[in-house]
């Protein structure tokens, strides 16, 4: 049946294509890539011959439309982008829209992504973070850019090339402050390196060492100051407090309980040394 793929392909190592991507990228009738001479290269390792059409930044307009059209009329398709996953910092996004919109089912073929295998391997917090992908050349949506994301308490992953990276370094330093960073490079190939340090030493040693191959920053989150947690006098003046409002003694530790986390029996056993203080009215 007609339909769109969404195919991951490796981001070094060739092993990681999938079983399931290569019968798929054989089984289409064409094939939509961002760099046609960097897909005819993968193909040809795994011996696939298929037409590719070229799909990249500046021409996804009128090549979407055409590849819509084409994926309606029965044909079906595969997206790939030079590197990981269609749609992540690559085109794919607005094909995978045009698809939705004109009803063309989509299908994701997942292989990996730099960004959440540099996460894996960073050693920070992987629960909850934020891609953030390139930050802009333009200084002012770079410095509002690092603004919007100061506080956000999530581990943070950026995309840079390594020609900007010690730019990036220092102005991620000026904004944040000296966090913990992990700087993975070259994932799946030959140098593949994971370097776990923090902002400041990240900038010393890459002012010493000019940095080659491709990197993924995974950056600290912000720090959150939680809420001092309420002393058991405090808790106790809450107890009091419900009880002057009219609760049982009983009623007012159970509610102080929950609200400050205290054990009701001890609020109770505290309060009861403590006189209520008059009801107002
Ligand atoms: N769509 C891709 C993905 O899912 O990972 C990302 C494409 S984006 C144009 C390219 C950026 O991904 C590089 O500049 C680098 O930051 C990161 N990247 C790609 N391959 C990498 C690798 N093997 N090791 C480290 N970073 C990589």
């Given at each position: 049946m007609s339909r769109l793929y969404l195919v991951g392909t490796p981001i070094g190592n060739?092993?990681?294509?999938?079983p399931r991507a290569v019968e798929v990228l054989g089984g289409v009738d064409f094939i939509a890539a961002e760099d046609t001479r960097v897909t005819l290269k993968l193909l040809n390792h795994f011996g696939i011959k298929k037409p590719l059409v070229s799909y990249y930044a500046h021409n996804l307009r009128e090549r979407g439309q055409v590849i819509v059209a084409r994926i309606l009329a029965g044909e079906r398709c595969a997206i790939v982008t030079d590197?990981?996953?269609?749609?992540?910092?690559?085109?794919?996004e607005d094909l995978v829209r045009l698809c939705a919109e004109a009803g063309v089912p989509v299908e994701a073929v997942p292989g990996p992504s730099a960004a959440v295998t540099a996460l894996a391997v960073?050693?920070?917090?992987?629960s909850r973070f934020a891609f953030e992908g390139f930050l802009s050349v333009k200084r002012n949506s770079r410095t509002a850019h690092l603004a919007q994301v100061k506080d956000d308490p999530r581990t943070l992953i950026f995309y840079e090339a390594p020609h900007k990276l010690l730019a990036t370094l220092n102005d991620l330093l000026e904004a944040f402050g000296n966090r913990r960073i992990s700087l993975a490079r070259?994932?799946?190939?030959?140098?593949e390196e994971v370097r776990r340090t923090t902002l400041s030493e990240a900038v010393e040693w890459y002012a010493e060492h000019p940095p080659r191959g491709e990197f993924v920053l995974v950056v600290e989150g912000a720090q959150v100051r939680l809420d001092e947690p309420p002393t058991l006098e405090e808790a106790v003046e809450l107890v009091q407090a419900l009880a002057a409002g009219g609760m049982s003694l009983s009623d007012a530790a159970k509610e102080a309980a929950r609200q400050t986390g205290y054990k009701k029996g001890e609020l109770y056993k505290h309060s009861l040394n403590v006189p209520v203080p008059e009801q107002e009215g």
């Open positions: 060739l092993g990681d294509l999938s590197a990981g996953m269609p749609c992540i910092s690559d085109p794919g960073s050693g920070l917090p992987t070259e994932l799946t190939k030959l140098h």
